[in-house]
């Protein structure tokens, strides 16, 4: 069932696309050459918190690698505040363990903090 309203919504919304695009006609040549440049940093600080997360969650657990991981984020977003990214980072990493880990009873990996190393 909800996979067939994802296919509705999905054909509605590429109906609503080929109306608009009909409605403009062609994109001139000038509006694509005066599109804004890729940001590289963005994505190399974003993507490297995602690798960062993945090689380091066993061992620091999910509280310490979930916040590096924010905080990798945030600066890929472009925060430029280290402190209170990783403070934010660590209220809601924590608060996501304490949700999980001790409200639902999923065992999420609590690393160095847990004593597993």
Known sequence: ?????????????LL????NR???GPAPAAAAESAAPF?????????????L????????GWVLAAALLFWFVARGFG????????AVGLTVSSLAYIGFDMGLGLNLPSGILGGAF
């Open 1 to 13: 069932m909800i996979a067939g309203l994802i296919y509705a919504l999905t054909a509605l919304e």
């Open 16 to 19: 609503s696309i080929a109306r």
């Open 22 to 24: 009909s409605r403009r």
């Open 39 to 51: 940001d590289w940093p963005a994505l190399v600080w974003t993507v490297g918190g995602f690798i």
């Open 53 to 60: 997360f993945i090689l380091t969650l066993r061992l620091l």
């Open 79 to 86: 925060n430029r505040s280290p402190l209170t990214s990783l």
